[in-house]
């Protein structure tokens, strides 16, 4: 079975701090993708990183960083120096095609940036 | 950009009444998906499809149905709508496995509003 979990319900910075967002998956694949995405309020969903099994190399861009660990089975996503616009609710999801193809999502962390 | 899009975006309709979502997609993605997600912020997936004449239903029970007659077209339909279906309903599309890029772009989602 699949599952991605982010504990995190909601978490509130003031600006300029730096925020981690959690995020542990299951998956019996040796072979899976995990993204991350982010909610603006207008309601549609970007895009922000890839990550294949194969290739546990962390990365920056920008102010984003990227912890994927698969001892625990976890990719952590990291804001550095947090900007009101980085409020929105991000999205940590699992692609796993030997379980079907289905692209399964965690409940989701909104992030509250405050000036 | 993505090129996938989903019309209507808001939707008020009464109850017993018959809607189809529709979602189109350019960028010759096999993969299909339909999530639905309530204002608690989590995305269940409801429909998938990997490509044509192919549909799988997802992980949340869904009184909807899709139809993939076309690679670039995904429609969902529910026959008779109830307030219970009121929640906004996001499209996506992905490559097949193998064909470069994994992620799922998405639509700009449809907020259905059933009185």
């Known amino acids: 079975a699949q599952k991605v979990t982010q504990a995190q319900t909601e978490i509130s910075v003031v600006e300029k701090e730096d925020v981690t967002l959690d995020c542990v998956y299951e998956?019996?694949?040796?072979?899976?993708?995990l993204f991350w995405y982010k909610q603006p309020p207008s309601g549609e969903l970007v895009f922000l990183i890839r990550r294949n099994s194969f290739d546990e190399q962390n990365e920056i861009s920008g102010r984003y960083s990227w912890n994927f660990q698969k001892s625990t089975s976890s990719f952590n996503f990291t804001i550095t120096a947090s900007q009101v616009v980085d409020s929105a609710v991000y999205f940590c999801a699992l692609l796993s095609y030997n379980q079907g193809g289905k692209l399964i999502f965690g409940q989701g962390t909104e992030l509250s940036v405050k000036p | 950009e993505a090129d996938i899009y989903q019309t209507p975006r808001y939707l008020v309709i009464g109850t017993g009444k018959k809607i189809t979502l529709e979602c189109s997609q350019t960028?010759?993605?096999?993969?299909m998906y339909w999530y639905q997600q309530d204002p608690g912020m989590e995305l269940h997936l409801i429909h998938y499809s990997y490509g044509v004449n192919s549909t799988e239903k997802g992980d949340l029970s869904s009184e909807s149905t899709v139809s993939r007659i076309r690679t670039e077209h995904f429609p969902l339909t529910l026959e008779s709508a109830r307030p219970s279906h009121t929640s906004q309903y996001l499209c996506a599309s992905s490559p097949r496995q193998g064909a470069g890029d994994t992620e799922a772009f998405f639509g700009q989602g449809t907020r259905l509003t059933v009185v």
């Open positions: 998956t019996r694949d040796t072979t899976y993708y």
């Open positions: 960028m010759g993605h096999d993969k």
